[in-house]
């Protein structure tokens, strides 16, 4: 039988210490860091508002709920329950290149808000699949690159965050088809 926490280890390793280069030593904790992708988020969102119609709004909706939902039950409600340790915390040669902050590992919220984004925004706007998934992978690469997550921490983050975000996108078609219905 496969060590599940084994193979996680050595993935950690092979990602953080593996692809350890200087141009990812100074990219990775500047994509891993939430503050960067405001500026573009804030954006994204105004644009939306003022040239996506109601097709824009329902959408700038359902990712905020979606991303919501996604962090607040990955941060509060999961960390808490399964209390898995950061790999900075207890592994040693961690290439650490931001802070090891105290909270639990598992499922990276990072990697659930940016795959719930990119669930819910792909089916809202279908040629922005490639670009949503991408930075959804990259940032969650970059968790494990600057050595705060397991590579497990962020595949449970996307499943859990894809779950959230199928969810609340059908109780929006749900409620769409009762509204029209009546």
């Known amino acids: 039988m496969l060590d599940v926490e084994w193979l996680d280890i050595k993935l950690f390793y092979l990602i953080n210490n593996g692809t350890q280069n200087r141009a990812f030593d100074i990219l990775m ?4 860091n939430r503050n960067n992708w405001w500026p573009l988020i804030g954006a994204i969102v105004v644009y939306l ?5 109601r097709k ?4 700038i909706l359902v990712v905020g709920v979606a991303v919501g939902l996604s962090d607040f039950t990955a941060s ?13 915390h ?14 639990y590992s598992f499922p990276s919220s990072h ?18 699949i490639a670009p949503l998934f991408i930075l959804a992978i990259v940032i969650g690469y970059s968790r494990v690159y600057v050595g705060v997550h397991y590579p497990f921490d962020v595949l449970g983050g996307y499943v859990w965050g894809g779950l959230i975000a199928v969810v609340v996108v059908w109780m ?11």
Request: hydrophobic share 45%.
């Open 49 to 53: 508002l003022v040239f996506g119609k």
């Open 56 to 59: 824009g709004r329902v959408a």
């Open 76 to 88: 509060s409600v999961i960390k808490p329950m399964l209390d898995r340790i950061r790999p900075c």
């Open 29 to 32: 904790p500047w994509v891993t």
């Open 90 to 103: 207890i592994l040693e040669g961690v290439n650490l290149l931001v802070n090891c902050t105290k909270s």
């Open 111 to 128: 990697a659930a808000n940016i795959f719930a984004l990119a669930v819910a925004g792909s089916y809202y706007y279908r040629s922005a």
């Open 172 to 182: 929006e078609r749900k409620i769409i088809n009762v509204r029209r219905e009546t």
